[in-house]
């Protein structure tokens, strides 16, 4: 059996229960993947699929999100906004603050954003990815549909990684229980779902700039080509870019194939 028993989570979605079906799979490829499958023969808005264990996790870019069943939380949900998705730039950030939101309430503490994606543990000067967001957005019929994955490490992964990884486990005075982590998480996307289709990003722009790691510190934007931009993260606009302050002025990013990455206060004088 599954280590999610969709009975016991809707008890904890209380009033929300109505608004997602959750499906607990011991095993599959992907959650996004598979949940796309599912968008595809017609499956409704607040379907999630939470899996143990996939076979071939899926991050940005086609990077690999890697994660052990006692160790994590990997799901994925499906949405539809009305709106163009063109409108929906930011989302991924956007779903970042009901991921603190949820983590809040947790009792977890210095959990951070990193743009456009990741939530991040800070310990003194370092920190260690424990979340990452995944957003698929696809037009139909109705709007947009939207699957979002969200990998959660529950606690440190055993696997290698190229960049610190850390748990929630860390960040909270006693181990998390996944029904209570899951439907926090649920609850507050719920919330976001419905700030996002009324107002969009800038509703949320605020509260995530006020959890932004890097905010107003240096920062290098790595790109897969050309030489990496230094300067200040000056947080970022209405629709989710990233304002990078350079010597010539301030510098819209967007998320596509780039990474932002923290650089001493000499680095960004140089401007690399
Ligand atoms: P950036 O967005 O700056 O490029 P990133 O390294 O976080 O940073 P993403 O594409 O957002 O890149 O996330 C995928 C990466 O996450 C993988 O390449 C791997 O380094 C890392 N990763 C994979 N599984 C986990 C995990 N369980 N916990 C933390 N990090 C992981
Ligand atoms: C990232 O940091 O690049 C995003 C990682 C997203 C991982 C989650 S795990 C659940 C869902 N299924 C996937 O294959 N990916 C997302």
């Known amino acids: 059996m599954a280590l999610i028993d969709p009975l016991l989570l809707n008890s ?14 011991d095993t599959c490829d992907s959650t996004s993947s598979e949940l796309l499958r599912r968008a595809e023969r017609g499956a409704p808005a607040g379907s999630v699929v939470v899996a143990d264990r996939q076979s071939a996790g899926r991050g ?26 063109s409108r929906l730039a930011g989302l991924s950030l956007a779903v970042g603050v009901g991921l603190l939101r949820a983590l809040d309430k947790l009792g977890a503490r210095d959990v951070f954003l990193k743009w456009p994606n990741d939530v991040l543990l800070r310990s003194g000067n370092d920190s260690a990815k424990i979340a990452g967001v995944l957003i698929e957005l696809a037009a139909d019929r109705r709007g947009t549909q939207v699957i979002i994955g969200i990998g959660l490490n529950l606690q440190r992964p055993t696997a290698d990684m190229p960049q610190a990884a850390a ?10 229980e996944r029904h209570d982590v899951l439907a926090a998480i649920l609850c507050a996307l719920a919330d976001i779902f419905e700030t996002v289709a009324a107002d969009g990003f800038i509703a949320l722009k605020n509260e995530w700039q006020s959890r ?3 905010q107003d510190q240096p920062v290098q934007i790595i790109a897969e080509e050309g030489e990496p931009q230094a300067g200040i993260c000056r947080g ?6 990233l304002l ?23 680095q960004a004088m140089h401007g690399s």
């Not at 904890?12 to 608004?19: C, H, N, V």
């Not at 940005?60 to 998705?85: D, I, K, M, N, Y």
């Not at 748990?167 to 998390?176: E, F, I, T, V």
């Not at 970022?236 to 870019?241: E, F, L, R, S």
């Open 12 to 25: 904890r979605l209380g009033s929300l229960a109505g608004r997602f079906d959750v499906d607990a799979l």
């Open 244 to 266: 990078l302050e350079t010597g010539s002025g301030i510098q819209r990013i967007f998320s596509g194939d780039v990474s932002l990455r923290p650089i001493s206060n000499s």
């Open 167 to 176: 748990g929630l486990c860390a960040a909270m005075p006693s181990p998390p």
């Open 60 to 85: 940005r870019r086609g990077r690999q999100w890697l994660s052990a069943a006692h160790e994590s939380l990997t799901f994925s949900v499906l949405w539809r906004f009305t709106a163009p998705a």
């Open 236 to 241: 970022v606009d209405h629709d989710g870019a």
């Open 212 to 214: 932004h790691l890097w």
